[in-house]
């Protein structure tokens, strides 16, 4: 059974850093590209990054690009998204997400709340 | 930048009735390559995010055939045949052909 379980959230300060984890289980991890999804408040989603299968491809939304970097560790299963200079706007539930070759997000983590706040 | 425009943004709907959503997108989403990376989610209350449809119209491993997607170009549709009291949430399109976009989403209810 596929599994991913997002951890690493938490109430930040404005202009600070987090580092967000998705732990995945039940399938050949590094064989897939993954995504890091996030959901305001109240609010639809948002797509924020991809990274490919070997770590060597990413793609940002505008609004994070020089403030969040998506890695993986294909040896440890996980995926991770670091968040810096951290902003209000940026407070959501972030999930991670499995790609696929349909370009559909097949898997989603249960999410992982950051809540940027003075 | 790709926009996603779902009508309606509120649906309520009797059980056992049929529903269907809209996604009207800003530009074709049609690739290059002949693909057309038009996908359909849904979240319901205190459950994961589930995939129902990927590229227009294939459903999901596990998706009952109530649900159904159609359309081409910018123009797509989500139809539920008879809906059910598990159906209640919110539903979503994305697009992957240009980058990654979702719809605001369209919250489907039971009147």
């Known amino acids: 059974e596929v599994q991913l379980v997002d951890s690493g959230g938490g109430l930040v300060q404005p202009g600070g850093s987090l580092r967000l984890s998705c732990a995945a289980s039940?399938?050949?991890?590094?064989?897939?590209?993954m995504g890091w999804v996030r959901q305001a408040p109240g609010k639809g989603l948002e797509w924020v990054a991809n990274?490919?299968?070997?770590?060597?491809?990413?793609q940002y939304v505008d609004s994070v690009k020089g403030r969040f970097t998506i890695s993986r560790d294909n040896a440890k299963n996980s995926l991770y998204l670091q968040v810096n200079s951290l902003r209000a706007e940026d407070t959501a539930v972030y999930y991670c997400?499995?790609?696929?070759?349909?370009?559909?997000?097949?898997?989603w983590g249960q999410g992982t709340l950051v809540i940027v706040s003075s | 930048d790709i926009v996603l425009t779902q009508t309606p943004l509120s649906s309520p709907v009797t059980l056992g009735q049929p529903a269907s959503i809209s996604c009207r997108s800003s530009?074709?989403?049609?690739?290059?390559?002949?693909?057309?990376?038009l996908s359909w989610l849904q979240q319901r209350p205190g459950q994961p995010l589930r995939l129902l449809i990927y590229?227009?119209?294939n459903r999901f491993s596990g998706v009952p055939d109530r649900f159904s997607g159609s359309g081409a170009g910018t123009d797509f549709t989500l139809k539920i045949s008879r809906v059910e009291a598990d159906d209640v949430g919110v539903y979503y399109c994305?697009?992957?052909?240009?980058?990654?976009?979702f719809g605001q989403g369209t919250k489907l209810e039971i009147k």
């Open positions: 530009q074709s989403l049609v690739h290059s390559n002949g693909n057309t990376y």
């Open positions: 590229k227009i119209s």
């Open positions: 039940g399938f050949t991890f590094s064989r897939y590209w």
């Open positions: 990274i490919n299968e070997h770590g060597d491809e990413e």
């Open positions: 997400a499995r790609d696929s070759i349909s370009r559909a997000y097949e898997s």
């Open positions: 994305m697009q992957a052909t240009h980058s990654k976009t």
